[in-house]
């Protein structure tokens, strides 16, 4: 089984009709807590923190209860082909959606870590019936408040058109560790738990994706169990996976 510590330093993927461009994001715990402080994510409760495996003796490291795991992984052949066909059942079956759940499309290219965090950040918050109450001047909140009237398009396109973040990414972009690359084939996706039900959100799929029960405490458990058998399995040579997790801070 593919560790998931194994993984390319800097990632993201263009979504499939992107226009506008930013440079990708440093994909490191470090990177994302001063992005998501500047933000407006208090992380003297909350903090990124590396899920090093998707083994047992790995995830009993992270603390609990995490509120969202956030995957990087290559765009590939296969991944593409599971992409289409995950749609068409979608769209042949039906799915459950949970009524509360925040998720916006992706139409800026390289902007996957971005819209994970924000899915994360977003379905934690008191806004959309979390625990975690933003402050208030935040761009977090400010931008999911206007957002949350809006469809899944109308708020992939109040990101792009918005200045703040553009200019906070791309500042965060520069701090990276890793060669600033534009073009990159990896990228993000988030996975919350929302009224009892586990959640891939992905700004480049038409809808979230229910993968069944879950729960909050299981939340990291039941994540990885997907993204070993829909990600990981598929392609059993590739190394190149990253997990993240949002989880309580040491001191919270």
């Known amino acids: 089984m593919a560790d998931a510590s194994a993984a390319?330093?800097?990632s993201q993927y263009s979504s499939d009709?992107?226009?506008?461009r930013w440079f990708?994001?440093?994909?490191?715990?470090?990177?994302?807590?001063s992005y998501s402080?500047?933000?407006g994510l208090p992380t003297d409760k909350f903090q990124w923190v590396d899920v090093l495996s998707t083994e047992e003796w790995a995830l009993g490291m992270v603390p609990q209860p995490v509120q969202a795991v956030v995957l990087l992984f290559p765009i590939k052949e296969k991944t593409e082909e599971a992409r289409k066909e995950q749609a068409e059942k979608i769209a042949s079956e039906g799915q459950e959606v949970a009524a509360g759940l925040y998720y916006t499309k992706q139409t800026v290219g390289n902007a996957c870590g971005t819209v994970g965090i924000l899915h994360s950040v977003a379905n934690l918050s008191t806004l959309t019936g979390?625990?975690?109450e933003?402050?208030?001047d935040s761009w977090f909140a400010d931008f999911v408040k206007r957002t949350l009237p809006q469809t899944p398009e109308e708020r992939a396109q109040a990101l792009e058109d918005d200045q703040d973040i553009e200019e906070a990414h791309e500042s965060t972009a520069q701090e990276g560790q890793s060669e600033m690359v534009e073009d990159v084939n990896t990228h993000f996706v988030a996975f919350v738990h929302r009224d009892g039900h586990l959640y891939e959100l992905d700004g480049r799929k038409a809808t979230p994706v229910n993968h069944g029960s879950s729960s909050q405490d299981t939340l990291l458990v039941d994540a990885c169990k997907v993204i070993q058998a829909?990600?990981?399995?598929?392609?059993?040579?590739?190394?190149?996976f990253t997990l993240t997790a949002l989880a309580p801070a040491g001191d919270a």
Do not use: C, Q, Y
Not at 17 to 20: D, G, Q, S
């Open 134 to 136: 933003l402050p208030e």
């Open 24 to 33: 990708p994001l440093e994909s490191n715990p470090e990177v994302m807590n």
């Open 8 to 10: 390319p330093p800097v």
């Open 130 to 132: 979390g625990p975690l």
């Open 37 to 39: 402080k500047k933000l």
């Open 230 to 240: 829909e990600f990981m399995a598929k392609d059993p040579t590739e190394m190149r």
């Open 17 to 20: 009709k992107a226009v506008k």
